[in-house]
């Protein structure tokens, strides 16, 4: 796996961490989620919307007026492709970890071999 092989929409900071909360329950609430990420209404509204465009997110809305709430859950195709931006991530590390757990880049610089 290489880095072509990430997730653009799930890769963003913010909608990798919903993803994750997500992928750890059924449904999660906008008020938890928000707090969760300590983000504003209008940012996590910006991001699941994006999930949602992309059919990663299920964005449910229920009640009307002040009793309106919104909770949101992984697709099942947010589920695979989660599951793959994850395993890309891990190959990722893994392929560049180096003598004694260091990582490929740390290892290079330290042996002399590379640019001061």
């Known amino acids: 796996m290489s880095l ?5 929409v799930i890769h963003a900071p913010k909608r990798l961490a919903a ?4 992928a ?3 449904s999660v609430d906008f008020s938890f989620l ?18 949602a465009d992309a059919g990663y997110v299920k964005i449910v809305k229920t009640g009307a007026g002040r009793n309106r709430s919104t909770s949101y859950r992984m697709t099942r195709e947010g589920r695979g492709a989660f599951d793959h931006h994850v395993a ?3 190959a990722i590390v893994a392929a560049d970890a180096g003598p004694a757990g ?15």
């Open 102 to 116: 260091t990582s490929g880049a740390v290892a290079a610089s330290s042996s002399g071999s590379g640019p001061e």
């Open 88 to 90: 890309t991530l891990q």
């Open 24 to 26: 750890a329950t059924d």
């Open 4 to 8: 072509h092989d990430l997730d653009p």
């Open 34 to 51: 928000r707090d969760h990420l300590g983000v504003s209404d209008s940012d996590l509204s910006k991001q699941m919307s994006a999930l």
């Open 19 to 22: 993803m994750a909360v997500l």
